[in-house]
């Protein structure tokens, strides 16, 4: 019998410019959405099937994505351009502007993906990555990979091997597929001593889905299974910045898209992120945009 997707969906103020294209493969579904969505509108996703969703325009969506219990407090964050949605994990989500965007989903048979993974990584990596979400501002591999795929979508031209093997590259981009993770694996770069590139996605997802609080330098090197002093070195090596200040910004301008919602107040914003009170949170608000966040919000920076 052939896959089909099976999800749960409400959405409020978004429509198709439009209509679904899509296409099925073994063991997996592919669909290229063009909608339009007004400020405020908003959607509430649930399927027993893991997905990868890949925005091909610029965004200005919120996300709440997690495995929460019922009657929990949603918390959103900037949604990323490409994510990674296991099975079972809901996602609501908000639009702060009216915009216009596309994106590409691929729906997964878990059993058929977790097999490919296998053969290639292994039961205990293949499982580590179907499990957690993955929120990545960019990607962009996956981004360009599913453009090509939303065309061969829209207006197939090609054997389904071509759009498979588009798929199978934006699922490497995307999942957090190390190779080694101990401390001496092989060098990446000329320098010898950076982390690879999946590893530092998967750090940079790991703080996306912790931006309401603050995650030591050892957590985030234990996710990666490196030595804090190697971690922290590489990590600036790689990006430019520390560990603490690249989620301090992240925290920060997650701070500053809640702060776009009238109805949040800036007590309520501090808390949401992980500060001490709202005067922690203005202190480094300040240090950081050279505002309070009443004065940015009073000024209508969001808009």
Not at 63 to 75: E, F, Q
Not at 127 to 141: D, G, N
Not at 164 to 178: D, F, K, R, Y
Not at 227 to 234: P, Q, V
Request: charged residues 20%; proline residues 6%.
């Amino acid at each position: 019998m052939s896959f089909r997707p099976r999800m749960t969906a409400f959405t409020e103020g978004v429509s198709l410019l439009r209509p679904l294209a899509w296409r099925a493969f073994d063991g997996m579904v592919a669909d290229f959405w063009q909608a339009e969505g007004k400020a405020g509108g908003k959607g509430y996703y649930l399927s027993p099937d893991p997905r990868i969703v890949i925005f091909l325009d610029e965004i200005n969506h919120a996300l709440d994505l997690k495995s929460a219990p019922a009657g929990s407090r949603k918390t959103h964050r900037p949604m990323g351009r490409a994510i990674f949605v296991p099975a079972g994990v809901p996602i609501w989500s908000r639009l702060c502007a009216d915009e216009h965007f596309r994106h590409v989903d691929l729906h997964f048979r878990e059993e058929s993906l977790q097999a490919r993974l296998v053969a290639r990584l292994g039961a205990e990596s293949a499982t580590a990555a179907l499990r957690a979400p993955v929120i990545l501002e960019r990607s962009p591999e996956a981004e360009a990979l599913a453009g090509l795929l939303a065309e061969e979508i829209s207006r197939p031209r090609n054997h389904d091997f071509y759009a498979e093997t588009l798929i199978q590259g934006i699922v490497a981009a995307i999942l957090p597929l190390g190779q080694s993770r101990a401390p001496s694996a092989a060098p990446v770069g000329g320098h010898g001593n950076g982390p690879g590139t999946a590893q530092i996605r998967r750090v940079l997802s790991y703080i996306e889905e912790n931006l309401d609080r603050r995650v030591t330098i050892s957590e985030l090197a234990g996710a990666v299974g490196l030595s804090e002093s190697w971690f922290a070195h590489a990590f600036k090596r790689e990006t430019g910045q520390t560990p603490l200040q690249w989620q301090m910004r992240r925290r920060i301008e997650w701070a500053q898209e809640m702060l776009g919602e009238p109805a949040n107040s800036v007590a309520d914003v501090a808390a949401a992120t992980g500060f001490a009170d709202q005067a922690h949170l203005t202190r480094v608000f300040r240090s950081l945009t050279g505002s309070t966040p009443a004065a940015w919000r009073r000024n209508g920076a969001f808009s």
